[in-house]
């Protein structure tokens, strides 16, 4: 029931986690957000601080960092990033606008473009600025024209506003407070992008964007009452067992999950700050 530290490998095996090692400082920056991309066949960490700089950092040894966007070019937070196809980056802020890192040239795409989430899906991009989606012309990234167009849900459901968008499954998840609605069967007809919108629940969802993650055929996500795994339509919890360890998260603190391999086993982990009921 209270495993710290401590992976079990196998039955009547469970072995000591390392400890974590420092990779790469970034010298006076506090960084906020980092995603993992992959771009020209090569892995890094795009991060952004709290100064509102960029930085690239390979994610294998020498784990050499690149600033590639200086103090003031983004928000203090909020801001996120898509992988589009494996040549570029594309970074979207809360307020400053839409951009494009190739790993050589930061772009401004549109200054007007902004909001909370993005995501590559059906050879688009999909932007998600309160209960409104923003998507790109068919295999652009920069090009709101043509076939490009917005779409915004006006369902009770959605009772405030769209959270993450996640790519998976032949699916765009697209994640409320408390719902789940998906977009699929996108196609071009008469010169016009249609779609289907289905809500898979009204009553689950979460607030905390970047806890939203795949694993394997599922997506993981975590809320104020426990972690869920969504199966197809149906949220299912999987945090029972550690419900004592949920009722001291501290949910003033950030929140995330990713996917890692520990002792060779594929593990999803949740990254939060809970309040040590012994120390």
């Known amino acids: 029931a209270w495993l710290e530290n401590v992976r079990p490998v196998g039955g009547a095996n469970a072995r000591a986690v390392p400890a974590p090692t420092t990779v790469q400082t970034l010298t006076g920056e506090v960084v906020v957000s980092a995603i993992g991309v992959n771009i020209n066949n090569v892995d890094y960490n795009i991060c952004f601080t709290v100064s509102g700089a960029g930085y ?8 050499t960092s690149v600033k590639f ?3 003031g070019t983004f928000s203090a937070s909020g801001v996120t990033a898509a992988q589009w196809k494996n040549e ?3 970074i979207l802020d809360t307020a400053k606008g839409y951009f494009d890192w190739n790993t050589a040239v930061l772009t401004t795409i549109s200054v007007p473009t902004i909001g909370t989430s993005i995501a590559t899906f059906s050879g688009r991009v999909w932007i998600a600025n309160g209960r409104t989606l923003q998507f790109t012309d068919v ?3 920069n090009s709101f024209a043509g076939a490009g167009g917005s779409l915004t849900i006006t369902d009770s459901i959605l009772r405030s506003n769209i959270k993450q968008l996640l790519n998976a499954n032949n699916f765009l998840y697209i994640y409320g407070s408390n719902c789940v609605y998906v977009i699929g069967d996108v196609r071009v007809s008469a010169g016009i992008t249609v779609y289907t919108l289905t809500n898979l629940t009204a009553s689950v969802g979460t607030a905390m964007p970047m806890s939203v993650i795949p694993y394997g055929r599922e997506i993981l996500f975590q809320t104020r009452y426990g972690m869920y795994s969504q199966k197809g339509a149906i949220p299912v919890k999987i945090s029972d067992h550690i419900d004592g360890t949920v009722d001291l998260i501290d949910y003033t603190q950030p929140v995330s999950a990713g996917q890692v391999i ?3 086993q594929l593990c999803a982990v949740f990254s939060f700050t809970y309040l040590d009921p012994v120390a």
């Not at 690239?56 to 784990?63: E, H, T």
């Open 69 to 71: 966007a200086n103090a």
């Open 88 to 90: 570029r980056v594309l």
């Open 139 to 141: 295999n652009s990234y």
């Open 262 to 264: 520990i002792f060779k």
């Open 56 to 63: 690239q950092v390979l994610a294998a040894s020498p784990y």
